[in-house]
């Protein structure tokens, strides 16, 4: 699997090399964009942060709308991956405000749907807070009511097994 993913590093890179020398500076954000992605998917979030970044630039400078609002949405994803909830909800929100403004809805849903995977992981970083002050002072009720919020917040994202431990 690891193999197959290099390999589209690989093919995006060369995609990359092609669009520099043609001089096509849309192809050239599409290729960082996609390499963002398949840097994403090894994961390597630092490359593919730094690539993302590089394909907005391009896509501000050629007005290119539409796909400034996806990387915004990708490089959420990016810092969500890291933890990083704070840096996550501020692109998602921005991808969600660029889709509105273009008629995108399938980005539109997508952006909402990002800020509520964002906001339920920010829940579980909560819950663990809760969690850790509940056994620090010795509350054993509120323990167990951490323990059962932590669980409910693992189960909306589909962590059945962390969400019964």
């Known amino acids: 699997m690891v193999d197959r993913k290099l390999e589209v590093v690989e093919q995006q890179m060369l995609e990359l090399a092609i669009a520099i020398s043609v001089g096509d500076r849309e192809r050239e954000g599409r290729a960082h964009f996609h390499l963002g992605g398949a840097y ?14 590089q394909a907005f630039h391009i896509f501000i400078e050629i007005g290119c709308r539409a796909s400034e609002g996806s990387t915004y949405g990708n490089l959420g994803n990016a810092y969500l991956s890291l933890g990083n909830f704070k840096q996550a ?8 405000s660029i889709a509105k403004e273009v008629g995108d809805k399938a980005g539109e849903g997508s952006a909402y749907g990002n800020l509520g995977n964002a906001y339920l992981s920010l829940a579980i970083e909560y819950c663990e807070k809760d ?3 509940a056994k620090e002072v010795g509350n054993r009720t509120g323990e167990g009511s951490a323990y059962g919020k932590l669980g ?5 994202l589909g962590n059945f097994k962390q969400a019964i431990e």
């Not at 909800?89 to 969600?96: Q, R, T």
């Not at 409910?152 to 909306?156: D, F, G, I, M, P």
């Open 40 to 53: 994403l998917n090894l994961p390597d979030y630092q490359e593919a942060i730094k690539n993302y970044a």
């Open 89 to 96: 909800l501020e692109n998602y929100k921005k991808h969600l």
């Open 131 to 133: 969690l850790s002050i």
């Open 152 to 156: 409910n917040a693992y189960l909306s």
